[in-house]
């Protein structure tokens, strides 16, 4: 019987070889990709999922419109079966990216099946199960097959996908370039090994009772996913937000018992590092991931964790999640709770009244 928490750890840290299989697995698919891509012009592009597949739908939509110039969204997989009309443009040409860990969730599968009697468009699936209903309903399927869980919590599985939907953004914006991603294991081992006694720290800091996770952009999705980890391992109270929309009623919870983390991104630098001083000065701890080490924060009270990759900012998106997840894994711990099995959740929600 494995320990408590054992998987749980060991697939955190094994995310960067499951990122090295996803990028080996989307070579695979590129002219696949290319040639569903180029079989008819597309002018909106609509990511789903659910739960933390939502969340990386948020990010990888992001990511994929200000790469591409495509627009593109992201809606919870219900939505697109309960409230079509408000996700499917009239008249539009429209690509569905449909995520789900193991494609076999209803709703995302039910999801397609509406989107088949809405358009002809295409549909890829991203997942890491080859043989799942998801990927046998798709066009084509994007298979991360090295990030299977033991988990419920998803961990490697989240980031592998979200590696995917990278290189799939950057491949079809014409950004081809196939060595600055397989940078991400090199860059996710060194992180990992860097900062995990910050997340250790933090995470049996049983001072905290609040967690506020903030990212702007393409980075909100990872908040929110960031936000769940914490939720589903520790049953912590965290939220995520928008950083400048935290002073719009969200700080009056702040004390000297919450952690506020920003997820920095380049170009809201200034407005998010000034969201992050107003809160520490409000008395609460405060932890900021950057791709910059010089930020115009007081050094003397700040965490801070400094990728300084080097990468494109929608490369290394993927980098701030790993040691989020580590401090969910290390506060789960010190609670005496069991990461690998959240309380009331299964792997794979099956619904049916959404069953055909």
Not at 11 to 33: C, F, G, H, M, N
Not at 222 to 237: G, H, T, V
Request: charged share 20%; aromatic share 6%; net charge negative.
């Amino acid at each position: 019987m494995a320990e408590r928490g054992e998987h749980t750890i060991n697939e955190i840290l094994s995310q960067p070889l499951t990122w090295k299989d996803a990028l080996e697995a989307y070579r695979l698919r590129k002219s696949s990709i290319e040639a569903l891509w180029q079989r008819q012009t597309i002018d909106q592009v609509i990511f789903t999922g659910c739960g933390s597949t939502h969340y990386l739908s948020m990010t990888a939509a992001a990511l994929f419109q200000s790469l591409t110039g495509v627009p593109s969204q992201a809606r919870p997989a219900s939505e697109l079966i309960i409230f079509p009309g408000l996700v499917f443009a009239p008249k539009s040409q429209s690509m569905l990216v449909a995520i789900s860990r193991s494609g076999e969730t209803t709703e995302t599968v039910e999801a397609v099946q509406v989107f088949r009697t809405r358009t002809n468009g295409p549909v890829i699936a991203i997942t890491c199960y080859g043989d799942s209903k998801l990927a046998s309903e798709a066009d084509v399927a994007l298979v991360a097959a090295a990030a299977h869980e033991k988990s419920i919590a998803q961990t490697r599985s989240f980031t592998s996908m979200t590696v995917l939907s990278e290189a799939l953004a950057g491949h079809l914006a014409g950004h081809d370039d196939q060595q600055v991603l397989d940078q991400l294991p090199t860059w996710g081992e060194r992180l990992l090994r860097m900062h995990q006694s910050i997340a250790q720290e933090i995470g049996e800091d049983k001072t905290l009772e609040r967690y506020f996770f903030l990212g702007s952009g393409q980075l909100y999705g990872i908040a929110c996913e960031a936000m769940l980890k914490m939720k589903e391992m520790s049953l912590a109270y965290s939220e995520a937000y928008h950083p400048l929309e935290f002073r719009h009623g969200p700080m009056s919870m702040v004390n000297e018992q919450t952690l506020v983390v920003g997820l920095l991104s380049d170009e809201g630098l200034q407005h998010e590092t000034a969201v992050l001083e107003q809160m520490q000065n409000l008395g609460a701890r405060i932890l900021a991931i950057s791709e910059r080490d010089d930020l115009p924060l007081p050094v003397d009270s700040l965490n801070g964790i400094y990728l300084k990759s080097g990468l494109p900012e929608w490369v290394r998106t993927v980098l701030y999640l790993p040691t989020l997840q580590l401090m969910a894994y290390h506060r789960a711990m010190a609670r005496g709770l069991n990461p690998d099995k959240p309380t009331n959740l299964d792997a794979v929600v099956r619904l049916e009244a959404f069953e055909r």
